[in-house]
């Protein structure tokens, strides 16, 4: 490759260390995915465009198509598409692998998803989620409603995460109001309420008119959106405004659940926020965003919701629910804040340094007895005078510098200054030395 290279929009790239801080994420929300049953799949990137074009209005706009430069023989003429989200696929999988689960199926998926996005901080289009969900045969228990947010939220409490709130509605509580109203093209009215917080409530209710709604009805579509609360007091609000159906009936029973256990079990941890719409068809009950607080404007950094008939076959329905954090959208953006960052550029806790060239094979052995005890190290990539190779090591965060002396190996934590000698057959470096960590800048200063 020659000439000048330019970065293509909306497929981000870290640097080593904002990279550990990545991978130091991922790791704990896979260990506390796990810590709470749920087991790892992986699926395929790519699904029948048909399929992934089924989502909603707007699906057509998010989907990458793709195709090879030059047919071959074994071409299906099929349209597949890169996946957009990780719910769209699972329940293909569950479809086809439904004889081999057993059911409730409660699987965690951590991949690149790819998105027909307009490139802006926070919008990708190409990123990382990482999703769980439960999936049930037939029918599905309204308790894993509540028990989903609250892996999600113990998983996002292990990590150097600023405040955050996880806002819920039930799609049952629009639906039935609006029936209630007499708007029964409820898609279009929850798309257009859903813009809300971009174009604002007037013309929201403006949008509404013009798609057919009386202004009573478009003004009242929007009190409902105005509503919220951290406990069931959201009920009693609704019913003021004099709607009554039995969809709404149901949407304020299931949610009034929800608030009621995570009350009990993590309270604050959930708001009950009545324009929580989430723009994609297939979710009929619970619906979740996570938002940083004080920053909102940001958008969302995950969400999720209910899905009842996501996943059939004709016979069997297999009802879910499940909730993703967008990884890399939350990432970068504690990164891009200088909230957090990664203690070093490399995971190599000991540079062995060379006298001369003909050390290599000695410094070989000794990084290879390091090594089996599970100490990161790397042999200096020349012979040098053993400044140059401390600053080396410094200017990438390694914290020890591993010496060859006339009184044998010694070890010097280039930060102190302390050099003391070292048997590689038994010395360690300290706990928190071994692997790079997370920093946040803001508590040191």
Known sequence: ????????????????????????????????????????????????????????????????????????????????????????????????????LAFPFRRYQIQKVWRGERPQEGRYREFTQADIDVVDSGELPNHYEVELPLVIADALRRLPVPEFVIKVNNRKIPE????????????????????????????????????????????????????????????????????????????????????????????????????????????????????LVGQESFGSVGGGGRYDALASDGKTTYPGVGISIGVSRLVHRLVGQGLVKGSRSTPTAVLIA?????????????????????????????????????????????PFVWFSTDNGPEVKDIRSGEQVPADPATWAPPAHDVRPSIETPQENS
């Open 1 to 100: 490759m020659s000439g000048k290279v330019t970065p293509i929009s909306g497929f981000p790239e870290f640097l080593p260390s904002d990279r550990i801080v990545e991978l130091q994420f991922l790791d704990t929300i896979r260990e506390t995915f796990e810590l709470h049953g749920f087991a790892s799949i992986e699926t395929r990137a790519v699904e029948p465009v048909e399929r992934l074009s089924n989502q909603g209005e707007d699906a057509d706009k998010e989907i990458y198509g793709v195709r090879r430069l030059a047919a071959g023989p074994d071409d299906d003429g099929a349209g597949l598409g890169l996946h957009f989200d990780l719910t769209v696929p699972f329940a293909r999988y569950v479809l086809e692998h439904a004889g081999k």
């Open 354 to 398: 060379l006298t001369a060239e003909e050390d290599r094979a000695e410094a070989m052995r000794t990084a290879a007895q390091l090594r089996g005890r599970g100490i990161p190290v790397e042999v200096a990539p020349a012979a040098a005078k053993f400044g140059k190779q401390i600053k080396f090591a410094d200017r990438r965060g390694i």
């Open 176 to 291: 039935g109001f609006y029936r209630g109203l007499g708007l029964d093209d409820v898609t279009t009215v929850l798309r257009i309420v859903d813009k809300i917080d971009k174009i604002g409530p007037d013309k929201v209710v403006e949008r509404l008119v013009e798609a057919g709604a009386t202004d009573k009805q478009a003004k009242l579509a929007v009190q409902l959106a105005d509503i919220s609360s951290t406990d069931t007091s959201f009920v009693e609000q609704v019913r003021a405004l004099g709607v009554e159906h039995e969809i709404l009936d149901e949407g304020l029973e299931q949610l009034s659940q929800v608030m009621a256990a995570a009350a009990e079990h993590a309270p604050g941890l959930l708001m009950a926020d009545l324009r929580i719409a989430r723009g994609l068809d297939y979710y009929t009950g619970a619906v979740y965003e996570i938002y």
